[in-house]
């Protein structure tokens, strides 16, 4: 039976181009500010990342990270929780990142995504 002839197949591949037309939408949607930070590559793995969270580092590398790892997930659509918004200015206020060349970049990120999910922020 080939493609043509099995329904379940026709829909899943129909659903698989629908869900890539979306996400294609979806980047093209976003602002430049968060097109930046969601094209920004991770430096670790979710295992490294991890033990450097448990471990307190709170060095550039590791803060910028975090931070990246939260945008994206509210980009992808994950609901922020009550302290979303605290955590990621915390993050921004750390020694390691008062001097970070895209600390801008991040604060308009926070902005922007705090004004999408109806969040005000001081």
């Known amino acids: 039976m080939n493609i043509e002839q099995n329904p379940e197949r026709i829909q899943k591949k129909m659903e698989e181009a629908n869900e890539g037309e979306k996400n294609e939408s979806e980047t093209q949607a976003l602002s430049p500010v968060l097109k930046e930070i969601k094209d920004m590559p991770l430096n670790f793995s979710d295992e490294e990342f991890r033990e450097a969270a448990l471990e307190g580092k709170n060095d550039t590398e590791t803060s910028q990270e975090a931070f ?50 109806g969040k005000k922020l001081n």
């Not at 790892?69 to 020694?95: F, H, Y």
């Open 68 to 117: 990246v790892r939260t945008v994206k997930s509210l980009i992808e659509g994950k609901e922020p929780t009550a302290n979303t918004w605290g955590s990621m200015l915390r993050i921004l206020d750390r020694p390691a990142m008062k001097e970070h060349p895209k600390l801008d970049l991040f604060r308009n990120a926070i902005h922007e995504l705090a004004e999408k999910y």
